[in-house]
T-cell receptor, first 115, second 114 residues
Framework: DADVTQTPRNRITKTGKRIMLECSQTKGHDRMYWYRQDPGLGLRLIYYSFDVKDINKGEISDGYSVSRQAQAKFSLSLESAIPNQTALYFC??????????????FGPGTRLTVL | QKEVEQNSGPLSVPEGAIASLNCTYSDRGSQSFFWYRQYSGKSPELIMSIYSNGDKEDGRFTAQLNKASQYVSLLIRDSQPSDSATYLCAVTAAGGTSYGKLTFGQGTILTVHP
């Protein structure tokens, strides 16, 4: 089984709808992240969480919210979806290694289309 | 100026050649550096990490870091068609409240042709 799973893998929705993307991990990592990817723009950080009680905004958090339900679960919500939120969304996890460095591992992605 | 910038590409090399991918970063205090490979429609996959100045080799891949020049590169020797992908450079923020965050470059598309 995959260490980092995302559901759904594909979603088509309409403008104004509320959407939730879910991420679960079995790696035992404390840190979880949500990114979006648009062609030619690389990966941009939406929100991140370093533990269950810690939530932080990334560079493009407007229009998004998150919930860290447990160490293993981190959900991303679009309260009222708009077409420019059409993108590929990735969840990632990490844990500080013994050396103090922070390698991130990515889930398979969710392709979201907002019509 | 972008925080992490990669050579724009796309880069095309013949099979068996060396592919050279470059990345510069703006935060002088950055501590750790990563190269991810991403096939079309798939998630990024870590292929190299480097933390100290110099070279780090892993099979056909060599990462090179020069903190004074704020430059990190990835060399792929004996390039294969299966190496055709987008390569993402990522840099960890220096510290404080940003510690642990990765900033990604925009990616370089590599095509290895037979």
């Amino acid at each position: 089984d995959a260490d980092v799973t995302q559901t759904p893998r594909n979603r088509i929705t309409k403008t104004g709808k509320r959407i939730m993307l879910e991420c679960s991990q079995t790696k035992g990592h404390d840190r979880m992240y949500w990114y979006r990817q648009d062609p030619g723009l690389g990966l941009r950080l939406i929100y991140y969480s370093f533990d269950v009680k810690d939530i932080n905004k990334g560079e493009i958090s407007d229009g998004y919210s998150v919930s860290r339900q447990a160490q293993a679960k981190f959900s991303l919500s679009l309260e009222s979806a708009i077409p420019n939120q059409t993108a590929l969304y990735f969840c990632a996890t990490s844990d500080l290694s013994a050396s103090g460095y922070n390698t991130q591992y990515f889930g398979p992605g969710t392709r979201l289309t907002v019509l | 100026q972008k925080e992490v910038e990669q050579n724009s590409g796309p880069l095309s090399v013949p099979e068996g050649a060396i592919a050279s991918l470059n990345c510069t970063y703006s935060d002088r205090g950055s501590q750790s550096f990563f190269w991810y490979r991403q096939y079309s429609g798939k998630s990024p996959e870590l292929i190299m990490s480097i933390y100290s100045n110099g070279d780090k080799e892993d099979g056909r891949f060599t990462a090179q870091l020069n903190k004074a020049s704020q430059y990190v590169s990835l060399l792929i020797r004996d390039s294969q068609p299966s190496d055709s992908a987008t390569y993402l450079c990522a840099v960890t923020a220096a510290g404080g409240t940003s510690y642990g965050k990765l900033t990604f470059g925009q990616g370089t598309i590599l095509t290895v042709h037979p």
